[in-house]
């Protein structure tokens, strides 16, 4: 990992349609040192080691979608794209190989190219499950009360002593 790292915190609110979250989004520009071989195994167990696990390799979504009962952590192994967060008027970010995007509970996402544009190790505090939330009015207000229950990770997926448990407090 690289000593000076870049955290660009993006504070979301709810829009009606999705909860968004009072902790922010933190995206760490240029994070991971990924090497040559098996990429998406090394990002993997760099989450593992803090606590970060349930796993899974794909791309990302190319539709608004939220996790009401666990946070989310994404480590780009490979390519680059635009994502959405927060809904449909939200912001539009850069992610590319070696960037990791911690998103609170809460929080939508969206691939605005193709969802196989980027490689992406997925994972969840302490191995946690996660539920998939689209938006529905149908919801809410049941996803609001989840995420009000989803506890702060104590570690930061790739072991930050400054990073996410210094700004989700």
């Known amino acids: 990992m690289e000593q000076n790292i870049e955290i660009e ?49 794909a791309g990302v979504f190319e539709y608004h979608h939220y996790h009401s009962i666990t946070h989310e952590v994404l480590g780009i192994y490979k390519g680059r794209t635009k994502l959405q967060l927060g809904g449909s008027k939200g912001p539009q970010i850069f992610v590319e190989k070696g960037d990791v995007l911690i998103i609170p509970a809460g929080v939508a996402h969206k691939n605005l190219g193709a969802e196989n544009s980027v490689g992406v190790i997925g994972a969840y505090p302490y191995g946690r499950n996660y539920d998939m939330n689209y938006g529905k009015a149908s919801e809410r207000p049941g996803t609001d009360k989840n995420i009000s229950k989803v506890p702060l990770p104590a570690t930061d997926p790739i072991g930050l002593p400054d990073g996410l448990t210094k700004f989700w407090k």
């Not at 009606?16 to 520009?29: A, D, E, I, M």
């Not at 080691?49 to 390799?57: G, H, P």
């Open 9 to 57: 915190k993006i504070v979301l609110q709810d829009d009606g349609t999705f909860p968004n979250s009072h902790y922010p989004v933190l995206l760490y520009k240029g994070v991971l040192d990924i090497p040559m071989l098996f990429p998406a195994i090394y990002v993997k167990h760099l989450f593992e080691k803090n606590s970060w696990s349930n796993s899974w390799d």
